[in-house]
């Protein structure tokens, strides 16, 4: 079965420190891979992709993720956390069989960064 | 560029009621999925639209929920009756036919008491 694992409920980081919020897929393929965050009462919000190419992808908000296809993994990074980055995040692939894009999703980590 | 628009914000119902749910996708976009997040939990895929036709709709369920894209632009996701365990935020995203990513709505909170 497609899954996405998030093994990390939670991830605290000092505001300053490097952060990294895990993700592992399994996914037959070679699927396109996402990360979202969530605020409080808002929708999801796209941050980056990977689809081909460097494994080190750039994103929004200072945000990177590092795609390993030994490993299937895809952590998201961030070189100095702030505060403002407390947020749900969550990991999601879409693969390619039916052509539809659509997305499955982990449960989510809840990043805090602290002061 | 206005976002995806949803309404209403939030509902609450009892169980054996219905509900309908509106989404107004990014103008163009062909793609359009509605999603149910239940707290603790990340989306899980509902429905599908191309245009106005459904392309996936497995984790539906029919027995209760109906979706519809009449025009390929606007959608309406339906519980008719809700039942406890439908109490969760439901999300609408749309995709450009040459994008990967989706866009979300800000989602409606149900609550079924």
């Known amino acids: 079965a497609q899954s996405v694992a998030q093994p990390e409920d939670q991830v605290n980081v000092a505001e300053g420190n490097p952060l990294t919020v895990k993700c592992t897929y399994s996914?037959?393929?070679?699927?396109?891979l996402f990360w979202y965050v969530q605020y409080p009462n808002r929708g999801l919000q796209f941050l980056l992709k990977?689809?081909?190419?460097?494994?080190l992808v750039k994103g929004s908000y200072g945000f990177e993720a590092e795609f390993n296809k030994s490993q299937t993994s895809f952590h998201l990074k961030k070189p100095s956390a702030l505060v403002s980055d407390s947020a749900l995040y969550f990991c999601a692939v879409s693969p390619l069989s039916g052509g539809y894009n659509k997305l499955i999703f982990g449960a989510g980590t809840r990043l805090a960064v602290h002061p | 560029e206005a976002g995806v628009a949803q309404s209403p914000r939030y509902k609450i119902i009892e169980k054996r009621q219905s509900v309908a749910f509106w989404c107004n996708p990014i103008?163009?976009?062909?793609?359009l999925y509605w999603y149910q997040q239940i707290l603790g939990q990340g989306p899980k895929l509902l429905i599908q639209?191309?245009?106005?036709?459904?392309?996936?709709d497995s984790q539906l369920p029919k027995d209760r929920f109906s979706a519809e894209r009449l025009k390929g632009v606007d959608s309406t996701l339906k519980i008719q009756p809700a039942k406890l365990e439908d109490s969760a935020v439901y999300l609408c995203a749309s995709r450009h036919a040459g994008g990967n990513e989706q866009y979300f709505g800000p989602g409606t909170r149900l609550t079924v008491t």
């Open positions: 996914v037959s393929g070679n699927p396109y």
């Open positions: 639209f191309q245009n106005n036709g459904v392309v996936d």
């Open positions: 103008s163009g976009h062909a793609t």
């Open positions: 990977y689809i081909t190419g460097d494994n």
